[in-house]
T-cell receptor, first 111, second 113 residues
Framework: DAKTTQPTSMDCAEGRAANLPCNHS???????VYWYRQIHSQGPQYIIH???NNETNEMASLIITEDRKSSTLILPHATLRDTAVYYC????????????FGQGTILTVHP | EPEVTQTPSHQVTQMGQEVILRCVPI?????FYWYRQILGQKVEFLVS????????KSEIFDDQFSVERPDGSNFTLKIRSTKLEDSAMYFC???????????FGDGTRLSIL
């Protein structure tokens, strides 16, 4: 699976949009981009995933660049409860479903 | 909304003892996984399980580890002879397909004394 690069930490004001970037320049054609988050020491929580089109659900939007080498997770109106570690994971091919977690981005939402 | 449930939430065991961690995946899911997270470190994949057999396992998943789906609802991880370094949070996850999202439980904190 392709490697991903994320900033170590980011801050966001409550009520503002949080835009979390991820680079995955070695992504191959059949690999998906997944986003998970982990609040404190709870289990990772699935947010959203996509292949090449932009995606939106009730939690977030995922914008994937046309060349698929990077993506951005957007939390449209961040709340204090969105403070968490956010993981961008590329998965596909013959990985049998294994998720490979990196260090992620620590997002801190401030009042 | 259906969720993955794990029991117990905290398990304290003496080194060398066997421990079984239990998970109830979401009912229509077919793919099952165990991950672990040592305190302060990354979430690490242990094993994936589909159609009553292991699909993939990591180097961590050695002969001391085993998984089982003893009935239609439970999925267990057994550690035969625990070591101090097995102390970690263990997360179970399940999904409907290889490229469908995995849904995680809240984990079992395993403390080896």
């Amino acid at each position: 699976d392709a490697k991903t690069t994320q900033p170590t930490s980011m801050d966001c004001a409550e009520g503002r949009a949080a835009n979390l970037p991820c680079n995955h320049s070695t992504i191959s054609g059949n690999e998906y981009v997944y986003w998970y988050r982990q609040i404190h020491s709870q289990g990772p929580q699935y947010i959203i995933h996509g292949l090449k089109n932009n995606e939106t659900n009730e939690m977030a939007s995922l914008i994937i660049t046309e060349d698929r080498k990077s993506s951005t997770l957007i939390l449209p109106h961040a709340t204090l409860r969105d403070t968490a570690v956010y993981y961008c994971i590329v998965k596909g091919g013959t990985s049998y479903g294994k998720l490979t977690f990196g260090q992620g981005t620590i997002l801190t939402v401030h009042p | 909304e259906p969720e993955v449930t794990q029991t117990p939430s905290h398990q304290v065991t003496q080194m060398g003892q066997e421990v079984i961690l239990r998970c109830v995946p979401i009912s229509n899911h077919l793919y099952f996984y165990w991950y672990r997270q040592i305190l302060g470190q990354k979430v690490e994949f242990l094993v994936s399980f589909y159609n009553n057999e292991i699909s993939e396992k990591s180097e961590i998943f050695d002969d001391q580890f085993s998984v089982e789906r003893p009935d239609g609802s439970n999925f267990t991880l057994k550690i035969r002879s625990t070591k101090l370094e097995d102390s970690a949070m263990y997360f179970c996850a399940s999904g409907t397909g290889l490229w469908q999202p995995q849904h995680f439980g809240d984990g079992t904190r395993l403390s080896i004394l």
